[in-house]
């Protein structure tokens, strides 16, 4: 199901990208930009049981509440439903011989992880994130407005 979000997703211009890009760590950088994989079984995220949502890295789109997050078993933080579907773009992927789907933020096209269709009802699907894609707000705190223009009225996770 597509819904119209309520998040302005325009994408960053070439100075918000540089400057956001200066902030990230190496490993940030290898994942978000050169569609990297961050290691299983290490990502900060991965037994996170907080209450709240899961935004991107790069760009702070809301992208996962925790309400949709399980335990997948794989090693990376997993989740069932996104926050909007209109918040991530699905792209086909046949690297490394394989035939996936990589999932990217919708807004700065950052790389998240890939989605499967093994998860649990009701969607079937597994998205499998990085961690270091991520951030994460507490339920109740305001979401992040890394671009500077105004969350949408009330957004709190």
């Given at each position: 199901m597509t819904t119209m979000s309520r998040f302005d997703l325009?994408?960053?211009s070439?100075?918000?990208?540089?400057?956001?890009?200066e902030g990230l760590s190496t490993d940030e950088r290898r994942v978000l930009l050169q569609h990297g994989t961050e290691a299983?079984?290490?990502g900060v995220f991965l037994d996170n049981h907080k209450d709240g949502t899961y935004t991107?890295?790069?760009?702070?789109?809301?992208?996962?509440n925790s309400?949709?997050?399980?335990?997948?078993?794989?090693?990376?933080p997993s989740f069932f439903k996104p926050?909007?579907?209109?918040?991530?773009?699905r792209i086909a992927d046949t690297s490394y011989g394989m035939n996936r789907v990589e999932e990217v933020c919708?807004?700065?096209g950052s790389h998240l992880g890939h989605v499967f269709p093994d998860g649990p009802p009701p969607t079937g699907e597994r998205h499998c994130l990085n961690s270091v894609s991520l951030s994460f707000t507490e339920r109740g705190q305001a979401l992040p407005d890394v671009?500077?223009?105004?969350?949408?009225e009330g957004q709190v996770a």
């Open positions: 325009r994408p960053p070439d100075q918000q990208r540089a400057r956001i890009a299983a079984f290490c991107c890295r790069f760009c702070g789109l809301p992208l996962f309400s949709s997050k399980f335990d997948s078993g794989t090693g990376w926050y909007d579907e209109t918040h991530i773009r919708a807004r700065c671009l500077t223009r105004g969350a949408p």
